[in-house]
């Protein structure tokens, strides 16, 4: 009768103590390319990751680091996009190409026992891509297409505006117009991708249940035949100019709705504030029960959701706040969010707002590590931005014993209303 459950006591609540991180095994190619392994899971399935540094942003030719990985999957000297599509469709294979604004990747999630079949698909990628001239058309004009959709939506006209004003004529802050896309010219994909795509500018992470086998296919087709270029990889980038005027309105007296976005430069990962700044910036408005959230859209009514977000590059980062809100109602959401901020700055978190906040992101970085992917990608976040696994540990120990009076003085030293760029789509009344 003892080891009947009582079902009238609530269970011993546990916070989490430690998070213990899958640590990846690391060697190199002989042409140079990095190489990490992480092996652990018990399906028979691999994620690849080759992940180049962009070159060089060039305001004269701003779309090149984009086009050429969008375009890396259509066409090579001996497979057609339609034929490359079909070799990885035919193995039960997935495949794409992603851009961020610091480093683009080719993916690929393959069973382990296609990959003597999947992984010179990629290979022919990344050295015969040839860019034709045909697909390059349809490049052109469905982006075009797609740009003209979007600039009439009010939250990407104010992300645009807001990146802009922040980061200048550089990677980060690009603003392509649609004839933009008329300056990419085949010649120029072409130079591009061979000083971009080469060994010696690549990290290749595999995550998965991996053998031996599969490393020793990996570098048996990846180390050989790949050969770095004679001309390096210029992966440096303009420093980053904010703008000086600091509010932007772009009236459209025909809106339902205003898009918000407010924030300024910010401290990046490898600041000692991060961490902590990071708790502060979920209270305001990083999860669903923030003071944003519970203020303009609980409260007032004015949103359907408003959100706070700090981002991490290499030079610096950003604050923001993002929302629409109703037209009639924006120059109040302002004043609200103005309001929000200021209590930070003016008044202690109480204890219990602040031990919900920490248990949440405690609980959300536990959760996202929910299999070895996950592991590789908290692996990127740190190797990217030059930093160790230490990081974690310290940023755990930081999120589960910072105080308010600790967040009331970084509240004081980084959110300065008046100092913030506004960005505001729509109507302001």
Known sequence: MSNILDRTIAPEFKGVEHINLLRPEKSELPNGCKLFV???????????????NNLRFDPAKPLLNNAVNTMLTDGTETLTAAQIADRIDFYGAFLSVDYGFEQSQVTLYSLTKHLGKTLPVVKDILINSIFPQKELDTYIRNQQQKL??????????????????????TIYGLNAEVETYNTVKREDLLTHYQQMYQPSNCTLVIAGKVDSSSIDLLKNIFGTE?????????????????????????????????????????????HPDFPAVQVLNTVLGGYFGSRLMNNIREDKGYTYGIGAGIVSYRQGGAMFIATEVGADVCKAAVGEIEKEIN?????????????????YMMGSLLGSLENVFSHADKFKNLYFSGMDYDYYDRYTEIVKNVTAGELLRLAKEYYDFDSFYKVIVGKYE
């Open 38 to 52: 992480l092996n652990s899971g018990g399906q028979e399935l691999v994620r690849i990751e080759w992940i180049f």
């Open 148 to 169: 003209q959709v979007n600039l009439k939506k009010n939250d990407i006209v104010a992300r645009r505006t807001f990146n802009k004003a922040l980061y200048g004529d």
């Open 226 to 270: 790949w050969e770095s270029q004679s001309l390096t990889a210029n992966t440096s980038q303009p420093a980053l100019k904010p703008a000086i005027e600091k509010f932007y309105f772009l009236e459209r007296p025909e809106a339902l709705q205003s898009a918000i976005r407010i924030g300024t430069p910010f401290i990046n990962r490898q």
């Open 343 to 359: 209590r930070l700055k003016t008044e202690l978190i109480p204890e219990d707002e602040l031990s919900l906040v920490r248990n």
